[in-house]
């Protein structure tokens, strides 16, 4: 199996399962291709098949949760930002902004699940740490394959406001950023970084 990069081949809504048994087959190829390639989720559009189907693997400790027919049935008015890449994107990071809780049916499931933070509180020490965010991150990502989003698209995609120039003295500690990676300099030293492609946050 190979991974679908072609995005053309990725922005079209794909056809429902006709049963569940057709569901758990796919699945089970996708699970496969996810131990292949690596990666928290896949859906199934992403190795040519098109079938809403889509498995995650966001928690360490817990088989892969598979997604047959899914459907978002409500969604947190509160959001969170989060930094994703995708099997499909290679190399590529993005700025995203997803709802902090979604609760999801499924032709597979007896209940319909609610997925968001572990944590009631979440701070600088736990926000990445927290696999019931990630996975909820992780689902949205994947259904939102299943409809044909990209991490890419603009309702998804963080978008900066152009910030005005503003003057920094040079041992003013500013925030810089780059692919996801933070530090806090004097600004000084972050001259030579923001040539190389770095921002101030």
Not at 24 to 35: F, G, P, Q, R, V
Not at 65 to 82: A, F, H, T
Request: net charge negative.
């Amino acid at each position: 199996m190979k991974i679908v990069t072609r995005k053309n081949k990725l922005t079209k809504v794909v056809n429902p399962c006709s049963s569940v048994e057709e569901g758990e087959e796919i699945a089970k190829k996708l699970i496969e291709a996810l131990d292949d390639f690596g990666g928290l989720g896949l859906a199934a559009n992403q190795v040519g098949i098109d079938k809403a189907v889509c498995v995650v693997r966001a928690r360490k400790d817990e088989e892969p949760k598979v997604l047959i027919n899914p459907r978002c049935v409500d969604v947190s008015d509160e959001k969170v930002g989060y930094i994703e890449g995708c099997l499909s994107l290679p190399g590529k990071r993005v700025h995203t902004v997803r709802n902090k809780t979604v609760k999801i049916a499924c032709d597979n499931w007896v209940n319909e699940i609610e997925f968001g933070p572990d944590s009631s509180e979440l701070d600088a020490d736990n926000y990445w740490k927290d696999e019931g965010l990630l996975e909820c991150v992780c689902i949205q990502h994947e259904v939102g394959h299943l409809s044909g989003e990209l991490i890419t698209d603009d309702h998804i995609r963080l978008k900066r406001e152009p910030v005005k120039r503003i003057k920094y003295g040079r041992n003013e500690k500013v925030m810089v950023e780059k692919d996801g990676e933070t530090q806090f300099i004097k600004y000084k030293k972050a001259e030579a970084l923001l040539e190389d492609g770095w921002e101030i946050i």
